[in-house]
């Protein structure tokens, strides 16, 4: 299946599944110098974006403030960073403020220990709480755990172009028919 970026949309915030973050796993939100871990995170766990030295700066800028605000990291037991997520905002998207879930990714070897949906659930409940009532996402249709995951919590497919609609049908074969019943809901064109 060709891969294609596509993005997903909750127009309510509200109402996100809330799921704990198992022990001895912890959290703890952005701190200078973080960038080496975002990093590392990211090229173990990216293989469809490459990550040269630049790239927090150029996705972040040089302002740690709204980061220690935003961004997260999952911590094993002994404090190592081995997950992110930006509750990242867009003052513009679609004409007006949303918030962004940007840049999730757990590192391969913590993969499949049920960290996904407390990672989602923590960086859903920050833009709850700094005021964003609508998010929105990016991700690429090879990643179909993921996309079934956004579907989960109450994402939706957000055509953009012709070829993100196709690209969708496409997904129908792997996505959960219970998320795609609810994606055709929001999308009828879908079906």
């Known amino acids: 299946m060709e891969s294609v970026s596509v993005a997903m949309i909750r127009e309510r915030l509200a109402g996100i ?20 871990a975002w990093l590392r995170i990211h090229r173990a766990a990216d293989a469809l974006n490459t990550f040269p030295e630049g790239k927090f700066r150029e996705q972040f800028g040089d302002d740690h403030g709204p980061l220690a605000r935003r961004q997260l990291y999952l911590c094993d037991a002994l404090g190592r960073e081995i997950g992110t997520a930006t509750a990242w905002r867009n003052d513009r998207y679609r004409g007006r403020p949303f918030g962004r879930l940007h840049w999730v990714a757990i590192v391969p ?83």
């Open 17 to 36: 599944p809330q799921f704990p973050l198992p022990p001895p796993y912890s959290a703890r939100w952005h701190r200078p110098g973080d960038e080496a």
């Open 109 to 191: 070897e913590e993969q499949g220990r049920g960290l996904a949906k407390p990672l989602l659930t923590l960086a859903c409940n920050r833009l709850l709480e700094l005021g964003h009532e609508s998010a929105y996402l990016t991700t690429n249709t090879a990643r179909t755990a993921a996309v079934n995951l956004y579907l989960k919590f109450g994402f939706v497919p957000d055509i953009r172009a012709d070829r993100e609609l196709e690209a969708w049908r496409r997904l129908r074969e792997v996505v959960a028919p219970a998320y795609w019943a609810a994606a055709v809901a929001a999308v009828p064109g879908l079906a």
